[in-house]
C-alpha cells in the first residue's frame, strides 16, 4: 500500500486500488491476489521533484526472502516497512542484515497509523530494540488512530495536516506548547548527528553551531555513513504522511552517484571494480518472470554505460551472446517501450535465449562478472505426487522452468524412492510452487510428506544354505548356495566376497552370486530400504552339470542373502540432520522442548546479536514441515538450516512403525496390479 501512495502522489495513478480488491498496481498476479500478500517483487516508477524514483515492492514474508535479496542487490536505498500493530515482522531482521551486508543506507516506515490501538513510543522501542538507538523518529503522528491526519516534522520543525481525500496534499504550521518542545529536543538531537558525520561539521557545530543550511548540506552525507536511521510514520491506505516521505527520499536519499563503483570479477577471475562512469555497457540480471502475454521477462540494473535495443552483450557465465530485445519500464503489469537504459536505471527485457538471474550482461572488449546474490539453502521438502498419469514430462518442464525463475527453490528426482523432491524456503513457497504448476502447465499434482531414505543392516552374525531347483518343462535350474554375513562398521557399505575352495561350485558362478545378492540389498528386506554395512562370504555350495547356469545362481544368491540377511537381527538405520537454529531468547524453553519431542539431541549454543543459536541433531523422519512449527513458536522470528549428518540405528517402536507402513504399501501395491 506504501507503493500505491507513493504512485498515486505523483500522479502515475488516478485514484489507490486496495488489497482487499486485488486492484493495487503493485500485486497484479493471480497468486498474489488470491493470497492478499506479495509472492514476488514488482518494479515501479515514477518521478517526484525532478528525481525519478525504481520503486521494487518485495514480500515481506519470509517464505519470498529471495525476492528481497535480489532486490536489495540492485537497490541504493532499502525503505524497511514496519506495521505499526504488529511491530517488526517476518523477515525483518533477514532483510535489515542483507542491506547492512550490501552496503546499503537503510530508512523505516512505522506504517498503519490510521489502525486502533496503535503506540508510537512502544513500536519505536520495539525497532530499537532490533535495530540499535540509532533509528531516529524523522516525523512523529500526532493523532494516531482511526482519522490520523497530523504529522510533526522534525526536521522541518513543522506540524503537517494532510488533507482525508487520499490525494497526499497538506498544510504547514508552525507546532505549540508540548509539541513545540518535543520538536525543538529531536531537532537538537538531529543537529547533533549530522555534526557527527562529518569532522569538519563536529568541529563547527562544538565552536558555534551549525545554520539550517548546514545541517540540511549535511543530512545525506549522514544518512549515506547511516549515523542515524531515519524513521517515518504513516498511513498508506489513506496516504497520510507519504508525500513527506518522498520529499524526504528526493532530497536526501541514494541515487546511483552514492555508489559509483561496485565489486566485479574481470575475464581472468582477479577482482576489480566496475566504474557507473564506464563507457561500456553492463547489466546484472535479479529476477527472471514467466508473463502469460510477454513471454519470460529478465528485471536488469545497468551498472555502467547504455543498453540499447538490439545491441549484442556477452553473458559472462554462459559464456554466450544475446541480443537484446524489447526494453521496457515497468508500473506493475504496464509496460513502458524504451530505445535505452542508462547507467543506475532499471528495467526489464523479453526473451533472452540463455541468461538466468544472476548472470552478468557486458558490451565492449572488458568482460567482468558481477558478483550474484547468495540465497539460502531450502528448508521445508514435500513430495510432489501426481494424481494422473503420463503428466511426468509436463511436469519435469514445468519445474525446471519454476526454478529458472526462481532459484531459491530445487527440485530431484530421487530415484531409489520413486519421489520428486521440491524444496523451498517455507510451506507456502511450497504451495505457491505447486499452484504455479497447476495454473501454468496444467497437471494434477499435490504435496505430500516425502518418503525418508531408510538403510538396512544388522547387528549380528547370520547363514544360509538355499537351494534353487526348478524342473517344470523344457531346461531344469539348479544352484545350491552356503553363505555367511557379518555386519561392517557404519558408514562402509556393502562388501562382497568369496572364500570357495575345491570343486563344488565352478567360479563362473561367483559374478551370477553376486548380482543376487546386490539385487536384494537395493530392494531390501526388512521394509523395502537399501541394505547397507554387510559383508557377505559365499563359502561354499552345490551345482548340476547341466541345470546350472548364471540366473540359477542368481535366484539362489538373492534368497540365501535373504535368508541370512533375517537371521542375523536386522535392525533400520535413519538419516539424522544437523539442525542450526537462530531464535530469540525469549522463545529458548519453547523450542528446547519441542526439540526434545523430535528426539533431539542438543550439541551446543552461542549467542549472537541477541539471537541463541541452538546446534541440534535430529531424525530427518521428525523434520517435516519443521520451518512452519519454529515460525509458530517464535512469533515468525526463528530461522533454521539443515544438513545430512549420518545414519543411526532407529529405536524399536519406531522401526516398527515404518516396517509396518511398509507392508502395507506393498500389499496395496499388489492389489493394484
Known amino acids: 500500500m506504501l507503493s500505491e501512495a507513493m504512485l498515486a502522489c505523483a500522479g502515475v495513478i488516478n485514484r489507490m486500488g486496495t488489497i482487499a480488491a486485488g486492484s493495487t498496481v503493485s500485486d497484479y498476479h493471480e497468486s498474489e491476489q488470491h493470497r492478499q500478500i506479495s509472492v514476488s517483487t514488482t518494479l515501479m516508477h515514477l518521478d517526484w521533484q525532478d528525481k525519478k524514483f525504481n520503486l521494487l515492492d518485495c514480500p515481506g514474508y519470509a517464505d519470498f526472502i529471495s525476492e528481497a535479496m535480489g532486490a536489495l542487490r540492485v537497490s541504493d536505498l532499502a525503505v524497511v516497512v514496519v506495521h505499526a500493530n504488529h511491530g517488526t515482522g517476518v523477515g525483518t531482521d533477514t532483510v ?62 513543522e ?4 488533507a482525508t481525500d487520499k490525494s497526499g496534499k497538506f498544510t504547514e504550521a508552525p507546532p505549540t506548547g508540548v509539541l513545540a518542545e ?54 498508506a491506505e489513506t496516504n497520510i504522511g507519504v508525500a513527506r516521505l518522498m520529499d524526504f527520499i528526493a532530497k536526501y536519499g541514494s ?45 536488469f540494473r545497468v551498472y555502467s554505460g547504455t543498453v540499447k535495443f538490439g545491441s549484442e552483450l556477452h553473458n559472462t557465465a554462459r559464456r554466450s551472446t ?26 526489464a527485457v523479453v526473451k533472452l535465449k540463455d541468461t538466468h538471474t544472476g548472470n552478468t550482461l557486458c558490451g565492449g572488449k572488458k568482460l567482468v562478472t558481477l558478483p550474484a546474490v547468495a540465497y539460502p539453502k531450502p528448508n521445508i521438502h514435500a513430495s510432489l505426487k501426481s494424481s494422473v498419469k503420463g503428466e511426468e514430462d509436463k511436469v519435469a518442464s514445468g519445474l525446471a522452468a519454476l526454478h529458472h525463475e526462481d532459484p531459491t527453490f530445487l527440485y530431484m528426482v530421487d530415484s531409489e524412492l520413486r519421489q520428486t523432491i521440491v524444496s523451498a524456503q517455507g510451506e507456502l513457497h511450497l504451495e ?59 558408514d562402509t557399505g556393502v562388501e562382497f566376497t568369496n572364500s570357495l575352495v575345491g570343486q563344488n ?17 537395493e530392494e531390501g528386506i526388512l521394509a523395502s530400504y537399501r541394505v547397507t554395512d554387510v559383508k557377505i562370504d559365499f563359502y561354499d555350495g552345490k551345482m548340476h552339470p547341466v541345470d546350472s547356469k548364471d540366473i540359477a545362481f542368481q535366484v539362489a544368491g538373492y534368497f540365501a542373502f535373504k535368508e541370512a540377511f533375517t537371521a542375523a537381527r536386522p535392525t533400520l538405520l535413519e538419516p539424522i540432520n544437523l539442525v542450526e537454529i537462530t531464535i530469540p531468547d525469549d522463545c529458548m524453553g519453547k523450542v528446547m522442548g519441542d526439540l526434545s519431542s523430535r528426539r ?11 539471537f541463541q543459536m541452538i546446534k541440534a541433531l535430529v531424525p530427518a523422519k521428525e523434520l517435516y514441515r519443521y520451518s512452519s512449527t519454529l515460525r509458530s513458536l517464535t512469533g515468525g522470528r526463528g530461522l533454521h538450516a539443515e544438513t545430512f549428518s549420518h545414519y543411526e540405528e532407529m529405536p524399536r517402536e519406531a522401526e516398527q512403525k515404518v516396517v509396518e507402513e511398509s507392508k502395507r504399501a506393498k500389499q496395496a501395491q499388489q492389489a493394484e496390479s
Open 322 to 347: 544475446e541480443k537484446i530485445g524489447q526494453i521496457y519500464l515497468l508500473n506493475g503489469k504496464t509496460r513502458t517501450s524504451v530505445p535505452t537504459l542508462s547507467a543506475g536505471d532499471i528495467g
Open 96 to 157: 535489515w542484515k542483507c542491506a547492512t551486508a550490501n552496503g546499503i543506507p537503510k530508512v523505516v516506515v512505522l506504517n498503519a497509523f490510521d489502525r486502533e490501538e496503535t503506540d508510537f513510543d512502544k513500536a519505536l522501542a520495539q525497532i530499537r530494540e532490533h535495530f540499535g538507538d540509532r533509528v531516529f523518529p524523522v516525523t512523529l503522528p500526532i493523532n494516531a488512530g482511526p482519522g490520523f491526519n497530523q504529522v510533526l516534522d522534525v526536521p522541518r520543525n
Open 255 to 299: 541515487s546511483p552517484v552514492d555508489r559509483p563503483k561496485v565489486e566485479a570479477v574481470d575475464a581472468e577471475g582477479n577482482k576489480g571494480e566496475l566504474l557507473l562512469t564506464s563507457p561500456d555497457p553492463v547489466l546484472y540480471v535479479f529476477k527472471t518472470m514467466s508473463e502469460a502475454q510477454f513471454g519470460e521477462l529478465s528485471f
Open 600 to 610: 533431539g539431541k542438543i550439541q551446543g549454543m552461542d549467542m549472537e546479536g541477541g
Open 432 to 490: 505457491v510452487i505447486a499452484d504455479a504448476l497447476r495454473r501454468r502447465y496444467n497437471v494434477h499434482v499435490e504435496l505430500t510428506e516425502p518418503r525418508v531414505r531408510y538403510r538396512e543392516t544388522i547387528k549380528a552374525k547370520g547363514d544360509s544354505k538355499y537351494r534353487h531347483k526348478k524342473q517344470t518343462g523344457g531346461a531344469g535350474q539348479f544352484a545350491e548356495v552356503w553363505m555367511r554375513i557379518e555386519p561392517k562398521p557404519r
Open 159 to 162: 506540524v503537517i495536516t494532510y
Open 182 to 235: 518535543k520538536a525543538k529536543q529531536l531537532h537538537g538531537q538531529l543537529i547533533e548527528y549530522i555534526a557527527e558525520s562529518d569532522d569538519a561539521l563536529m568541529e563547527k557545530y562544538f565552536a558555534q553551531g551549525l545554520t539550517e543550511e548546514e545541517m540540511r548540506a549535511g543530512l545525506h552525507a549522514a544518512i549515506q555513513k547511516q549515523v542515524f536511521v531515519p524513521l517515518f510514520c504513516t498511513a
Open 505 to 521: 561350485v565352478d567360479r563362473t558362478f561367483v559374478p551370477s552370486v553376486e548380482k543376487g545378492v546386490m539385487k536384494a540389498c
